[in-house]
């Protein structure tokens, strides 16, 4: 299995400002994946961050909103740029680990932000 | 396109009650289904997937699931209830060497 752990774990931020959430894995991973949870809604995939390249984002996700670094194996972050009200959500950090035939999702406690 | 049907968005059972949460999907190819658990205020915990094999998933906490081809669902089971599973609970396919796809949620309220 995976622990990954967030931080912050929760926010109240000023429109206008960036957040830069980070992201540790306590192993290696090759892909990280970005995910937003919208109130009352489901996990809607942002990014995949591979490590020593650009991340690879879904559509209606850009890179100037919501740039990723990935400097190691272990880490990534993801920055939420000029807020919005509208991007208040829960911010997931996920990783993918082989296990039983497929792989396996496992996924960060959230990143809990308000924009006021 | 993948895509994810949780028909219920809350769930209320009485404690010690046998449990369903509903889940359907809709794929090209062959699916691998999972269910996620939500506590509040923590990330998404794995509760048991299906593969291939054995039609009926037994994983984590006395959770169950039974894969139907037929119907294209996977429903969530479990034989008696208890409050501790008050939680979000979601359904969620990939195909192949695809992205996750989650559904939209149930909210499941054991009731003591």
């Known amino acids: 299995s995976a622990v990954i752990s967030q931080k912050p774990s929760r926010d109240i931020c000023q429109r206008g400002t960036s957040l830069t959430i980070q992201c540790q894995v306590d192993?290696?991973?090759?892909?990280m994946f970005w995910y937003r949870q919208q109130p009352g809604q489901s996990l809607t995939l942002i990014a995949t961050a591979n490590q020593g390249s650009e991340a690879t984002y879904e559509s209606g996700f850009v890179i100037d909103k919501f740039p990723i670094s990935r400097p190691n194996l272990t880490f990534s972050t993801l920055t939420v740029s000029n807020m919005s009200p509208e991007d208040s959500s829960i911010y997931l950090c996920?990783?993918?680990?082989?296990?039983?035939?497929?792989?396996?999702?496992?996924f960060g406690q959230g990143t809990r932000l308000t924009v006021v | 396109a993948q895509s994810v049907a949780q028909p219920e968005d809350q769930v209320n059972v009485a404690e010690g009650n046998p449990l369903t949460v509903k889940c359907t999907y809709s794929?090209?190819?062959?699916?691998?289904l999972f269910w996620y658990v939500q506590y509040p205020n923590r990330g998404l915990q794995f509760l048991l997937k299906?593969?291939?094999?054995?039609?009926l998933v037994k994983g984590s906490y006395g959770f169950e699931a039974e894969f139907n081809k037929s119907q294209t669902s996977f429903h969530l089971k479990k034989p008696s209830a208890l409050v501790s599973d008050s939680a979000l609970y979601f359904c969620?396919?990939?195909?192949?060497?695809?992205?996750?796809?989650f559904g939209p949620g149930t909210r499941l309220s054991v009731l003591p």
């Open positions: 192993s290696q991973v090759t892909m």
């Open positions: 299906y593969i291939t094999g054995d039609n």
């Open positions: 996920s990783v993918e680990l082989k296990k039983g035939g497929d792989t396996e999702a496992f």
């Open positions: 794929v090209s190819g062959n699916p691998y």
């Open positions: 969620a396919v990939r195909v192949g060497g695809q992205n996750f796809v």
